[in-house]
């Protein structure tokens, strides 16, 4: 089967880091998407990796390992604003994505 | 329009009523997508289409069906709606189906309530 996991919450200071996993397991491998959601809103565009390695924007970084199953979101220089849920995406060998749970990002002053 | 619309906001529906569930995207995308959002579930694809003319099935396809007729318009529609159809239905395009960064742009979402 096709597995998509995330911690289901975290909580951050503001102007803190915080990273985010992401491990799956599809059948497959045509590239990762990393989405923003805030409550009650539509899912956003962050960041897509399908090479192994790092690609940042802004504060915004996300890094993959394709032979580990693995990818994370980082997030520096937390800002309030940055409370919202973050999905992971693997788009698979039939070039549909897989979507994890999302992970609730709590950020406290 | 920029981007992309649905229609109606949010609904409560009776079981056994069909309902329709509109989306219009004025980008000229290629490639548009159904997903229902449950709470503690990732977003679930329900059907797609690659282009105008072709419809696919997703992972939870069973009692929707989809229609494209044009490049624009991908409406969904509950046959004989039931309360486990109870979600948030968000409706996407991308620029082309297939390899690259092709993102997803999602609209507003469609709330909707079967009792």
């Known amino acids: 089967g096709q597995n998509i996991d995330q911690p289901t919450e975290m909580t951050a200071t503001e102007g803190a880091i915080v990273q985010i996993n992401c491990t799956y397991q599809?059948?497959?491998?045509?590239?990762l998407f990393w989405y923003q959601q805030h409550a009650g809103e539509a899912p956003t565009f962050l960041s897509y990796n399908v090479l192994d390695g790092l690609e940042e924007k802004g504060r915004f970084s996300s890094f993959l390992s394709r032979s580990k199953g693995y990818s994370y979101l980082l997030l520096k220089e937390l800002q309030m604003k940055d409370s919202a849920s973050y999905l992971c995406?693997?788009?698979?060998?039939?070039?549909?994505?897989?979507w994890g749970a999302g992970t609730k990002l709590i950020i406290k002053p | 329009i920029a981007g992309i619309t649905q229609a109606p906001t949010s609904q409560i529906l009776a079981a056994g009523r069909r309902m329709t569930l509109r989306c219009t995207q004025d980008m000229r995308h290629n490639a548009m997508y159904w997903y229902r959002q449950d709470l503690g579930l990732g977003l679930r694809l329900i059907h797609y289409s690659n282009t105008a003319g072709t419809t696919g099935k997703g992972e939870v396809p069973d009692g929707y069906s989809v229609s494209r007729a044009n490049t624009d318009d991908f409406p969904l529609t509950l046959a004989s709606a039931v309360p486990s159809q109870t979600s948030v239905y968000f409706c996407?395009?991308?620029?082309?189906?297939?390899?690259?960064?092709?993102?997803?742009?999602f609209g507003p979402g469609t709330r909707l309530t079967v009792l």
């Open positions: 995406a693997v788009r698979d060998s039939n070039y549909q994505l897989i």
């Open positions: 996407a395009s991308s620029v082309q189906a297939g390899e690259g960064g092709n993102e997803q742009f």
């Open positions: 599809t059948s497959g491998f045509n590239g």
